[in-house]
């Protein structure tokens, strides 16, 4: 079985359809079946994080092929209650690096989406290193 496979799989063990598991995560159906046709590899990361996030299942395992539950390590729980100053510190780091590339507006704050993209991103790329 594929990982396309076992994703839709477990979707639909989940939610009634794939349809209603696109709604709850905000993203269009057509690119969740998109997935399942063309494969993981091309989809956006911003996307895979909804998915993994919707199901609460580990994004590392899922680019290795595996569907298996999100574990929460202590550097994400901490991140998540905004108490470790070192992650906090990052997610600065990435706000002040998209300002400079101009992602953001030079002294605006983060949005919710931002900030939410930001820990992720920090997330796949500390899971990244730790292989």
Not at 83 to 90: E, V
Not at 100 to 106: A, D, L, S, V, Y
Not at 107 to 129: T, V, W
């Amino acid at each position: 079985m594929t990982t396309e496979q076992k994703l839709k799989s477990y979707i639909l063990d989940k939610y009634k359809s794939v349809r209603s598991f696109t709604q709850v995560i905000g993203v269009p159906y057509s690119t969740v079946d998109n997935i399942f046709k063309r494969g993981i590899g091309g989809t956006g990361v911003s996307t895979i994080i909804k998915v993994c996030n919707g199901l609460d299942i580990d994004v590392t395992k899922l680019a290795q092929g595996e569907i298996v539950p999100s574990k929460k390590d202590p550097d994400q729980e901490s991140l998540d209650q905004g108490t470790d100053s070192s992650l906090n510190d990052r997610v600065q780091y990435l706000a002040d690096f998209f300002e400079k590339m101009g992602f953001i507006e030079p002294g605006g704050d983060i949005s919710d989406r931002d900030l939410e993209f930001s820990k992720a991103l920090i997330a796949l790329i500390a899971a990244h290193f730790k292989k």
